[in-house]
């Protein structure tokens, strides 16, 4: 049995994380903190999972956390710079859910979370925990960054094309989240009048998310990528829908079709729907699983991805946990089996 610690466990990634767990045959929660909640019941705090667990938040202690195998950090940003490694050295491996150790660059982050690098000396070991183009160095890792939502959900789209070189390194990622995307904390702009009916793009001319997207398929493409993203929000709960566009090089004619269902047809997580399906976020909400659908208008050189994602789940807490299962030595889908949640 895996013992679990939790770091920052009353936001929505933590609460997922634990009602994620509460249904893995292999993995027990520990310890649970919360520096603000503590001495009150998880099960208190979240009515959802009475019966199911018996533990009290607790203060972050980094002994008490050591002591588990694994440590999930659902924490704002900055937080895992300054316990990670104490955790690490002795002995526990973490899965980090914030942005702290997606990117390479100590100065590239400072520069977008408007703060310095915490823990630089741990960047060279952290591994992106996108199991779809990591997974052999996921199953090794002491230290994993979980992909952010968008970034999952546009780089499960746009991948194969650049991958296999068909497309210029020009895409353009139109993508839309619910509500849920920008945490528990009190907001106004997250209050049922100012999101209800609406739909509003933030983030246009730079959203943190845009370095990590570039970082990563660039990667993918093995040559540096001209991105476009903005992102919506939208009134709803929970979900990412992504509209991902990029050109065909001239000449190209490809079957779109069988190239994505060759390069996922391993994946447990990744669904390539019918020719001209359109996936819709309820089909995922709940669920640790990506439905991406393709189209060719007019059979023209513009090829159209749609990528669609739970954001708390493939997007965050689910994915977290699919590489809890490889890094030590699980079948990925275990306590992951779930289906989406209908109507």
Known sequence: MIKVGIVGGTGYTGVELLRLLAQHSDAQVEVITSRSEAGVSVADMYPN???????KFTEPDS???AACDVVFFATPHGVAHSLAGEILAKGSRVIDLSADFRLRDPDLWAQWYNQPHGAPELLKEAVY????TQREAIKNARLVAVPGCYPTAVQLAALPL?????????????????????????????????TSESVMAY????????PEINQELARGAGKDIDLTFVPHLMP??????????ADLHEGQDVDLQALYEKRYKDEPFVDVMPAGSHPSTRSVRGVNMCRISLHRPQNGKKVVVLSVIDNLVKGASGQAIQNMNLMFGLDEKTGLNQIGLMP
């Open 236 to 245: 709803m709960i929970r979900g990412i829908h992504a509209t991902v566009y």
């Open 162 to 194: 650049l991958e296999s070189g068909l497309v210029k390194p020009e895409i353009v990622a139109d993508c839309k989240s619910g509500v849920s995307g920008a945490g528990r904390g009190a907001k106004v702009g997250s209050l049922l009048c100012e």
């Open 63 to 65: 002994d008490a956390l």
């Open 129 to 132: 925990g996108l199991p779809e």
């Open 49 to 55: 999972l009475r019966g199911h667990y018996d533990i």
């Open 203 to 210: 983030g246009a001319s730079g959203h943190r998310h845009l």
